[in-house]
């Protein structure tokens, strides 16, 4: 009986260990080496105040293909090519299959309108709760003006409360019917989650263990910080999917998915 006992016990421990070995992963890219490069090609003013004819049409380079691209942060397609734009600011983001991004900004005219608009963002600095806002200034000869964020409706509130950290789309009207829409920028600011006391011992229980990602068995080694930093984004991907620890490990409960990510998005600091 012990030594059936024993002979349990080590296969058991062997059958954990090589969870990870049997494994197949993707190789993980770090985003910043990728050399992934957004041009602008060609752009279209309007024709007049309230035209939806504008039109931007953006190229991509380095990274891996295929490319998408998007004028809105959220719905990517795969040509740069952008159409039936009013006058305004617009942020285009270029998405390659590795999920790398970079973007660019690109200001379309309006000649008949004296309408101007800007905005101003405060970061999102929660941990499961959003709390970004921006703020919208605008300036022109046909008051009154109203606001709206996204495909919402528009108000007289220039100010849009309890966002998460990401791109946004803010069109801005006046009382002649001319719009103009401005992109901005939610930043990720700091929500408290720490690599020394939240982090690292996620890492190091799940990931960091035999037949895993430490020397020896599979590369990166995680039992290093450089390495982890390297592949923030990878992690937090993977994690978000339930694909890491791989099948035949323990799963990460949400909150431990949750500080991985919020700590990611706080930029992988060493804190």
């Not at 890491?244 to 998005?265: H, K």
């Amino acid at each position: 009986m012990i030594r059936r006992a024993n002979y349990v016990h080590f296969f058991l421990i062997g059958l954990l260990a090589s969870a990870c070995a049997n494994h197949s992963e993707e190789e993980m890219v770090d985003c910043a080496t990728s050399g992934l490069t957004l041009a602008v090609d060609n752009q279209g003013n309007p024709s007049g105040c309230g035209v939806e004819d504008g039109s931007i049409t953006v190229s991509g380079t380095g990274g891996r293909t295929p490319y998408q691209f998007s004028i809105d942060g959220s719905t990517f397609q795969a040509n740069g090519a952008f159409s039936q734009l009013l006058g305004g600011s617009y942020t285009v983001t270029l998405k390659d299959a590795n999920g790398c991004e970079t973007t660019t900004d690109v200001a379309l005219q309006v000649p008949s309108s004296d309408l101007v608009a800007s905005a101003e963002a405060t970061s999102d600095t929660g941990c499961g709760e959003d709390t970004g806002t921006i703020t919208v200034t605008a300036t022109g000869t046909k008051t009154p003006f109203q606001y709206k964020l996204g495909t919402g409706s528009f108000g007289a509130n220039p100010v849009f409360e309890n966002l998460a950290n990401g791109q946004y789309s803010v069109t801005v009207r006046d009382a002649n019917n001319c719009s103009q829409v401005i992109s901005a920028t939610v930043a990720r600011g700091e929500s408290g989650v720490t690599y020394s006391g939240d982090v690292q011992n996620i890492i190091q229980t799940n990931c960091a263990v035999t037949g895993c990602h430490v020397a020896g068995s599979q590369s990166p080694n995680f039992t290093q910080f450089t390495n982890i930093k390297a592949n923030a984004a990878t992690i937090k991907a993977r994690t978000g999917a339930r694909s890491m620890p791989p099948a035949g490990r323990t799963a990460l409960s949400q909150s431990a998915i949750d500080q991985i990510a919020c700590w990611v998005d706080d930029g992988a600091l060493n804190n």
